[in-house]
């Protein structure tokens, strides 16, 4: 799919924000994507983006000066963030195999979750 191809709102996920913020593979292409978007994410996204960058002090990738000036712009990210739907999260954690969304051969947000926070 190419990036003109991706819809005008998208579910955002922490990987995809880190890559605004830090300089990794994929960096260049998650930038084009979030150009000119409606980008959604849920709650879920500050804790998981926190934690992703806790990790890469804890191993020495990055310094905790780093960490926090990504945060902090990761923060000034045009991002509508939406609370999750109770009832769509009790209905997904029902079903027996959930229902996730693929990307190439990496896993995104859930697809219930996408649609409670696209509705």
Avoid at 27 to 46: D, K, N, V, Y
């Amino acid at each position: 799919m190419r990036v003109d191809e991706i819809p005008a709102c998208i579910v955002v996920d922490a990987r995809l924000g880190l890559k605004w913020v830090l300089e990794e593979e994929g960096s260049a292409c998650a930038t084009a994507l979030a150009e000119g978007r409606e980008l959604i994410t849920s709650a879920l996204f500050w804790p998981e983006a926190a934690n992703a960058m806790a990790t890469r002090v804890r191993r020495g990738d990055m310094t905790r000066v780093e960490a926090d000036d990504a945060f902090r712009d990761l923060q000034s990210a045009p991002l509508q963030t939406r609370r999750l739907d109770v009832d769509a999260v009790q209905a997904a954690l029902c079903r027996p195999r959930p229902a996730v969304a693929r990307h190439r051969s990496r896993i995104t947000l859930p697809l219930w979750m996408q649609r409670s926070l696209l509705q």
